[in-house]
């Protein structure tokens, strides 16, 4: 168990403890903490170290984050590649863990965009039924499953602040499923991704990125987190990736339903369809201009909202437009 993104099981310790719960009942695993994962504050060099250490411990048999947060770029100047690449495992987290993520998808290891300790796991009232059956796939299989879309979903959370919130279930709407779009064709590949603010980070600091040939056929994956970033950005960070040559070398799209609210930004239900729609029309225009010729998968249940599927980062994907099947390997 580990933060090497943000602090909050030292500020809520309520949900993070619901979580560690959870993983003990309900998937009958042992959590092991490390130094930092309660740490109020904690320097990227000792969230690098707590990273290490899980990783080289044969005891040790999957790594899971805590939660997301906003600085994770900076603990991967601190990592030992050989330490990793010796005692591979699989690593559990999204949101700004999307940064560890691409970091071992550059060293060829497999790890899983999804479920933080005190979201998924804590959620209210108990965890999805279709995130629970993900995440236990992914940890205790090896095998490719269809993933089939949600029948229901949710984007408002709770409040941290009311510890009493956690025992009610949240309010489920009715999903109205993936959209297809793009070439009628099937493709597999490994998959590439995560949040789309963090992959922007990624692409500022050009750092960590692989040559773009690098990128040849793989699924790329994106979503977007709970700040709601407008349409505008979105265009942008995508007209970069297609600027640089990066867009065009993926051989198909998978993009998670957009969660559209937030407590700092409470939409009514019209304001929420219309962020949902105006992402996907600059999303489906930037395919259009820069690598028109794959399908993509739009509302995939695979990022900030409720339920949520893990995705194999590295792993492999088929995307079928002609059968309209999704297919992860875990």
């Known amino acids: ?17 619901l979580g560690l719960e959870r993983l003990r ?9 490390y130094p930092t994962t309660r740490a109020p504050l904690a320097s990227p060099a000792e969230r690098a170290r707590d990273i290490h250490a899980a990783f080289g411990n044969p005891d040790i048999r999957a790594v ?28 559990f987290g999204y949101s700004d863990n999307t940064n560890l993520h691409l970091f071992l998808w550059n060293l060829g290891l497999v790890s899983y965009h999804g479920s933080a300790v005190m979201v998924q796991l804590a959620r209210p009232g108990s965890m999805h039924a279709l ?79 692989l040559a773009e040939d690098s990128y040849e056929g793989a699924v790329l994956f994106l979503e977007t987190s709970e700040e709601l970033p407008p349409a505008s950005y979105v265009d942008r960070v995508l007209m970069c990736m297609g600027e640089r040559g990066l867009l065009s070398r993926f051989a198909a799209l998978l993009w998670g339903r957009p969660k559209a609210w ?27 201009e820069y690598n028109p010729h794959i399908p993509v998968v739009w509302g995939i249940e695979l990022g900030h909202t409720d339920p949520q599927y893990i995705v194999p980062s590295g792993g492999e ?11 992860v390997a875990y």
């Not at 009942?25 to 903490?33: D, I, R, S």
């Not at 490994?190 to 992959?199: H, K, Y």
């Not at 407590?263 to 489906?284: C, F, G, M, T, W």
């Open 25 to 33: 009942a309900e998937l009958g695993l042992v959590p092991v903490e």
């Open 64 to 91: 899971m984050a805590s939660i997301g947060g906003e600085d994770e770029l900076k603990v991967l100047a601190h990592l030992d590649a050989d330490v990793l690449v010796s005692n591979p495992k699989p690593f």
């Open 1 to 17: 168990m580990l933060s090497p993104s943000g602090r909050s099981p030292a500020r809520f310790p309520v949900p993070f403890e």
């Open 262 to 288: 937030s407590h700092q930004q409470r939409n009514s239900p019209d304001e929420k369809a219309r962020y949902i729609a105006e992402q996907r029309e600059v999303v489906l225009k930037a395919v259009a």
């Open 131 to 209: 995130t629970r059956e993900s995440l236990h796939r992914a940890l205790f299989t090896h095998e490719r499953y269809k993933l089939t879309p949600a029948t229901e979903y949710q984007d408002e959370e709770g409040d941290w602040n009311d510890p009493a919130g956690l025992d009610a279930e949240p309010t489920m709407l009715p999903s109205d499923g993936w959209s297809w779009h793009g070439a009628q064709s099937q493709v597999t590949g490994p998959a590439w991704g995560g949040s789309l603010e963090i992959v922007d980070f990624q692409l500022r600091v050009n750092r960590y990125l």
């Open 317 to 327: 994907i088929t995307i079928d437009a002609i059968s309209r099947e999704v297919i």
